[in-house]
């Protein structure tokens, strides 16, 4: 586990940037698994910067997302897609087709499950992976339960992750109550994780995804196993683990 720590949310994005920054230039083909939400937004806006610059190519990248709502049009403004589309794909020159989500309005949410995975793995995987953290201790949509779901399933939204989520939306009723979800495992098998977290609501479970008890009841823990994980932090968020 490596932990770096930013003085605010500017130098967080920036240095998380660089990260992807490096890992598309090794690697130009690179097979990125992607998030959504306030936390990673600076990420992706320094990435466009970078391209603006004529400093990142696009072209051979591919993405897969981690999470869908289910029930909601790629066209929906609250949709991952729309989120994905117009924070970061639109700006780019990644090819359209190269962009995967997925699809909440499958007719068969478990065959879409599956046919998910098998596109991760036609991909070879994912290269690198990129998480926020819910306060519940949430990785994609991965609540806290009993087990750690392996794959790609659909999920029953917490109500606190309803209301943490209601912000984006005109009222809580709004808030999809499923959504599709990239797995444990799934992301596990990530060969590199980077993981983006800021501000003060979020010190407590952050020092319990990273130095307390391996748990599904805190899905994010399971990252103190893998190989390659990098947790991009700004002060406050470090805040209670900087008091162990």
């Known amino acids: 586990m490596r932990i770096i720590k930013t003085k605010d949310y500017n130098e967080m994005g920036r240095i998380a940037a660089n990260i992807f920054f490096a890992q598309i230039t090794q690697k130009p083909d690179s097979v990125l698994g992607l998030a959504t939400g306030s936390s990673v937004l600076g990420l992706y806006e320094n990435l466009i910067r970078l391209y603006n610059g004529g400093d990142l190519d696009f072209s051979r990248v591919k993405s897969v997302n981690l999470d869908e709502y289910i029930g909601l049009d790629g066209k929906s403004d609250q949709s991952y897609r729309y989120y994905m589309d117009n924070n970061l794909f639109k700006h780019i020159n990644i090819k359209p087709e190269n962009t995967h989500l997925p699809d909440g309005l499958a007719g068969d949410m478990g065959a879409e499950c599956k046919k ?110 893998h190989p390659d994980f990098t947790v991009v932090a700004d002060e406050e968020a470090l805040y209670e683990s900087d008091r162990l």
Do not use: W
Request: hydrophobic share 40%; aromatic share 6%.
């Open 116 to 225: 998910y995975e098998k596109l991760i793995e036609s991909l070879g995987g994912v290269d690198l992976q990129l998480l926020g953290l819910g306060l519940n201790g949430h990785i994609g949509f991965n609540e806290p339960g009993d087990i750690f779901e392996k794959y790609t399933h659909i999920v029953d939204l917490e109500e606190s992750t309803i209301k943490a989520n209601s912000r984006f939306f005109a009222n809580e009723n709004e808030v999809p109550k499923q959504a599709v979800t990239m797995g444990i495992k799934s992301i596990m098998q990530a060969k590199k994780i980077v993981m983006c977290v800021n501000g003060e609501k979020k010190s407590k479970i952050l020092k319990e995804v990273l130095f307390g008890v391996i748990t599904p009841k805190v899905p994010g823990s399971i990252l103190q196993l």
